[in-house]
């Protein structure tokens, strides 16, 4: 009998996997894709050698993760390649705002009204980031705090909502690129704890940057799975898991799934039907013939950039997402252009470029145009190097991740309390109506993005339970 087995082999299921092997438990991850990945995989979706990130592409949450810090993966050959800026916010006119790596870089180009009021922000955390950020992402339960004073002084300042936070700055430039990392997390500008978010993003660009992975985001996943396989742990892939029967005898059974998806295998009936999903997105892929003309210097050497001219755009389209079920008339984007540090991603001179805007869960129209349009109002000339191109509404992601109900990335609402207590309300996430069975996908703390986090601490419950059995 198997000591544990892991259901999906996105990054949460394999880190997951990888710290019960580390600890010697045996351990078998099924997955019912024909490759690991999850969120974090590579494919040719447009031309051949123009490798793409389905899902997530820049990683800044990985680049910081206490749990992936802890691993050797650049000995399996995770490499993180960094661009002069971590991330620019361009406005119509051609000037730009810059997340970079230092907090001077960053305040100035907010202008001088907003220089001293962001230092004053950001550097009593960034001085203590390292502990901050394993305290922030181990809650709850999973591990007593490192500094609980700057923890508590983080949640003064980050459980408002990033309404009041952007109160603080007088003019649009700081405001917009706050707005915009909020926005990452598809979460309305107005909810509880979204100064939070954008805290947190940026003080782990200011840390470690904003990377892409060397190849794409497959060989994050290639790195745990290469890791796991040295530990003595296997990987089944092409095993699609309906019921719990399908599985071998194990003392413990962790769901790198969503919710739904787990009550469904393990018959848990209603036990997370209050858990709600947020809204989805359109992306598009595209193939590229040269660098995107992006009309503002500073996001020619970014490899995220958000486009939207101001702040209450950004709210207006995070709203019209997920609060009015309508896909907005000018769509905040995120982007991402990997090739600005990874000419090895597309055929020389060539680049791949993603973007992605909000539209409500399970939207099942296009948003090409509209895309398009708010490209080119940031990067004149845009449609005339698009060689192909590879869309995906929520239906095309949901079929593609099963965890992304709906076209929702995060794997769950991202506002109001279900962002701090996840999927339900309770001291213990990780756990299940069933003593052996436990949940370790983006639906639970820290929530989404490639870190690894949620798997490390429902591994830490796992082991718990393994030891006391």
């Known amino acids: 009998m198997l000591d544990a087995v892991v259901v999906g082999a996105g990054p949460n299921g394999l880190t997951a996997a990888v710290e019960l092997a580390r600890r010697g438990f045996s351990v078998a991850v099924f997955e019912a894709r024909d490759t690991v990945g999850g969120g974090a995989r590579t494919e040719e979706l447009t031309l051949p050698g123009f490798r793409h990130d389905p899902c997530s592409a820049a990683h800044p949450l990985g680049v910081n993760s206490p749990a992936f810090r802890a691993m050797p993966l650049t000995r399996y050959g995770l490499e993180w390649l960094h661009a002069d800026l971590p991330m620019a916010h361009p406005f119509p006119d051609g000037t730009a705002a810059v997340l970079a790596r230092s907090v001077a870089e960053t305040a100035a180009s907010f202008g001088p009204r907003d220089a001293g009021t962001y230092r004053r922000l950001v550097e009593p955390f960034l001085s203590r980031w390292d502990t901050l950020a394993h305290d922030f992402m181990s809650l709850p ?29 007088r003019d649009e430039r700081a405001k917009a690129l706050f707005a915009g990392l909020v926005g990452h997390v598809m979460a309305p500008l107005d909810g509880i704890a979204t100064s939070a978010v954008g805290l947190v993003f940026a003080l782990a660009a200011h840390a470690r940057g904003w990377p892409v992975a060397r190849g794409g985001s497959q060989s994050i996943s290639d790195a745990l799975t290469a890791y796991l396989t040295d530990l003595g742990g296997t990987v089944h892939t092409g095993y699609e898991v309906k019921r719990l029967d399908d599985l071998p005898p194990a003392r413990a059974y962790v769901f790198d799934t969503s919710p739904t998806a787990l009550a469904r295998i393990a018959g848990f009936g209603g036990h997370y039907e209050r858990y709600r999903y947020g809204a989805g997105v359109f992306k598009i892929d595209y193939a590229l013939d040269g660098p995107v003309p992006w009309r503002a210097p500073e996001a020619r050497t970014a490899t995220t950039v958000q486009v939207a001219a101001s702040s209450a755009e950004i709210g207006t389209a995070l709203r019209a997402a997920s609060r ?3 896909a907005p008339d000018t769509p905040f984007l995120i982007t991402v252009q990997p090739s600005v540090v990874d000419p090895s991603r597309a055929p020389e001179g060539k680049q791949v470029f993603w973007a992605y805007g909000h539209v409500p869960n399970g ?7 509209a895309v398009e349009r708010q490209l080119e109002r940031f990067a004149p000339g845009f449609r005339d190097r698009v060689l192909a191109r590879a869309t995906a509404g929520p239906p ?14 995060g794997t769950g609402a991202a506002d109001g309390l279900q962002l701090l207590l996840r999927p339900r309300l309770t001291l213990h996430p990780y ?10 996908s983006s ?27």
């Open 141 to 169: 339960l999973t591990a007593l705090p490192r500094d609980p004073v700057t923890l508590a002084r983080f949640g003064l300042a980050g459980l408002p909502p990033s309404t009041w936070l952007m109160r603080r700055f």
């Open 324 to 326: 009015e079920n309508r």
């Open 363 to 369: 939207w099942t129209g296009d948003l090409t145009d």
């Open 396 to 409: 095309q992601l949901a079929a593609r991740n099963a965890n992304y109900v709906g076209g929702d990335i």
């Open 431 to 440: 756990a299940t109506p069933h003593p052996a069975v436990f949940i370790c």
């Open 443 to 469: 639906a639970t703390p820290p929530g989404p993005g490639v870190h690894g986090m949620s798997g490390h601490n429902a591994a830490k419950a796992v082991w718990r339970r393994l030891r006391q059995s």
